[in-house]
């Protein structure tokens, strides 16, 4: 069974600040592990996957992500936040192929001016 | 490449009707998903189908609610009976039938079905 959760349904960050908003994972085999964005009354994007290649990945609009088996983390970090980063952002895991995808309860990301 | 297309995006049910939410995939996609998103929450899996089959269907509630694929035309999930409990939004994703590692799942808008 997998499990992902994220710690904190609500951040809020000053334009160019750090971005950091946190996932851990529980999965039984070795998972695959994904950060999407929703904005309001949207659909989820893609913003970054790991696949067992590179821990450290990087993904669009400049965010990050570090896969820390250890710790059972992907955590999802920006330098310097960006109003138009303001949206809900998703943790997934799966155990890869064609499996189904579970999510996280989401982080909500404000960005002040 | 048309993206996954969901219709409609808004529908409106009273309690007891039917509701049909309808996903066409991005052309060449063979496998679909369907993901339900209640209120303040993440989005939960429900069933995952190929063309005329049923792959995984462990998240779908046992009553009322169904799901196809036919070979021709999107992909339909069936809701009978609606209750105020079913007010979410649904989602579709669709993914490439490729051997490999991973497919990435492509969402389609979602449709917001509101029982009243």
């Known amino acids: 069974a997998q499990s992902v959760t994220q710690l904190g349904s609500h951040v809020s960050v000053s334009e160019g600040a750090l971005v950091l908003l946190r996932c851990n994972y529980s999965?039984?085999?070795?998972?695959?592990l994904f950060w999407y964005v929703q904005y309001p009354n949207q659909g989820l994007q893609l913003l970054l996957k790991y696949t067992s290649a590179a821990t450290l990945v990087k993904g669009i609009n400049g965010f990050e992500a570090e896969f820390k088996k250890s710790e059972t983390s992907f955590h999802l970090t920006k330098p310097s936040a960006h109003m138009s980063d303001a949206a809900e952002y998703f943790c997934?895991?799966?155990?890869?192929?064609?499996?189904?995808?579970?999510f996280g309860k989401g982080t909500k990301l404000t960005v002040n001016p | 490449n048309a993206g996954v297309m969901q219709n409609p995006r808004h529908l409106v049910r009273r309690r007891g009707q039917e509701a049909r939410l309808r996903c066409s995939p991005m052309?060449?996609?063979?496998?679909v998903y369907w993901y339900r998103q209640l209120p303040e929450e993440g989005l939960k899996f429900m069933v995952y189908?190929?063309?005329?089959?049923?792959?995984?269907e462990s998240g779908m509630p046992k009553e009322r609610f169904s799901a196809e694929f036919p070979k021709e035309g999107p992909s339909i999930l069936r809701i009978q009976q609606v209750v105020r409990g079913d007010s979410a939004a649904y989602f579709c994703?669709?993914?490439?039938?490729?051997?490999?590692?991973?497919?990435?799942?492509?969402f389609g808008p979602g449709t917001r079905l509101t029982v009243l």
């Open positions: 997934a895991v799966s155990g890869g192929g064609s499996e189904k995808l579970v």
């Open positions: 052309k060449g996609h063979s496998h």
């Open positions: 994703a669709s993914s490439p039938l490729e051997t490999g590692s991973w497919n990435e799942q492509f």
């Open positions: 189908l190929q063309k005329e089959n049923i792959i995984d």
């Open positions: 999965s039984s085999v070795p998972p695959y």
